[in-house]
């Protein structure tokens, strides 16, 4: 399978209020057939929660080869798996090839600016709101890494106390 030169950031979409890639893109990427990947996915079922890596819905898939006329060309009888981030990064561990290993660390380079980019941004209260809201549709219960982003987002939410003046003021 030839490896055409498609930037990674464009095969990133939003499902679920989550940025993912579908298994064609990933495949197309790893020069591996869509059924292998999923193969090896299936094989190691157990690394892939629902968090990393859901099948999308009849609706849902119907609805994205209407907006990208690069899924109408897929003629495949099972909907597509959508891998998060962590799903990617799993990806890697079930596909032990050099290919693989270099197209993840790329697809991970592009997740942190992505990441940078959007906390970069000076935002208002309402876009910090609505990027914590993202967040906690994404974070499972125990993880720690995303809970600390949550307490740092409301920290920056609040107001700062007003502290005493010291020393002699002349008002």
């Known amino acids: 399978?030839?490896?055409?030169?498609?930037?990674?950031?464009?095969?990133?979409?939003?499902?679920?209020?989550?940025?993912?890639?579908?298994?064609?893109?990933?495949?197309?990427?790893?020069?591996?057939?869509?059924?292998?990947?999923?193969?090896?996915?299936?094989?190691?079922?157990?690394?892939?929660?629902?968090?990393?890596?859901?099948?999308?819905?009849?609706?849902?898939?119907?609805?994205?080869?209407?907006?990208?006329?690069?899924?109408?060309?897929?003629?495949?009888?099972?909907?597509?798996?959508?891998?998060?981030?962590?799903g990617i990064l799993m990806l890697s561990s079930v596909l032990n090839s050099d290919k693989a290993i270099d197209i993840n660390i790329q697809i991970m380079k592009?997740?942190?600016?992505?990441?940078?980019?959007?906390?970069s941004q000076s935002g208002t209260d309402e876009q910090i709101a609505e990027l914590r809201k993202l967040l906690m549709l994404y974070i499972e219960k125990n993880d720690k890494r995303v809970n600390d982003i949550i307490i740092a987002l409301n920290k920056l939410m609040e107001k700062p106390k007003e502290t005493k003046k010291i020393g002699f003021c002349t008002d």
């Open 1 to 86: 399978m030839a490896n055409e030169l498609v930037p990674i950031q464009s095969m990133i979409y939003e499902i679920r209020g989550q940025k993912v890639m579908l298994d064609s893109d990933l495949a197309k990427l790893y020069e591996v057939e869509i059924k292998r990947l999923n193969e090896n996915v299936r094989r190691n079922i157990k690394r892939f929660p629902p968090e990393f890596m859901f099948q999308l819905t009849n609706e849902k898939w119907e609805n994205q080869r209407s907006q990208f006329a690069t899924f109408s060309k897929d003629t495949r009888k099972y909907k597509p798996y959508a891998f998060t981030e962590h």
């Open 110 to 119: 592009i997740f942190v600016r992505m990441r940078q980019f959007a906390l």
